[in-house]
């Protein structure tokens, strides 16, 4: 009586293949014996059904006795490239513009160049 009912849905054959694409694109490149930097190395990853929203996979880490918080549901990891395409969906379903005023289109390019200034910087 009473309590919580939690439902995965984690799907078995998603989490292997997300393990297996940990291994091939990340693992096999690294040289965690003869490298110091490589040793430190540590992926996390999830999956989302993209029409339903549930987690489908998630990948925490190698190995959790030895590193027992989840990589995937860090605070304190940035999520990269992830909020990409979001932020880009955003963008085009408010017909936002770019700095100069152009419409930002799935053609719009950004170099890594700026004229706007940033708050604690010297340029």
């Not at 190395?41 to 027992?68: F, I, M, N, R, W």
């Not at 990409?84 to 719009?108: F, M, R, Y």
Request: hydrophobic share 30%.
């Amino acid at each position: 009586a009473g309590g919580w009912t939690f439902t995965l849905t984690v799907d078995k054959k998603r989490q292997q293949q997300l393990e297996k694409s940990v291994e091939k694109e990340l693992e096999s490149k690294l040289d965690r014996e003869g490298s110091k930097v490589d040793a430190t190395v540590q992926a996390g990853a999830t999956s989302v059904d993209p029409k339903t929203g549930k987690v489908v996979a998630l990948y925490g880490g190698e190995d959790y006795v030895k590193h027992y918080i989840s990589n995937a549901t860090r605070q304190d990891y940035q999520p990269a490239s992830t909020f990409k395409p979001l932020v880009l969906a955003a963008a085009l379903e408010n017909e936002s513009k770019t700095q100069d005023g152009s419409l930002i289109g799935l053609n719009t390019v950004y170099d890594g160049t700026s004229k706007r200034p940033v708050v604690g910087s010297d340029t």
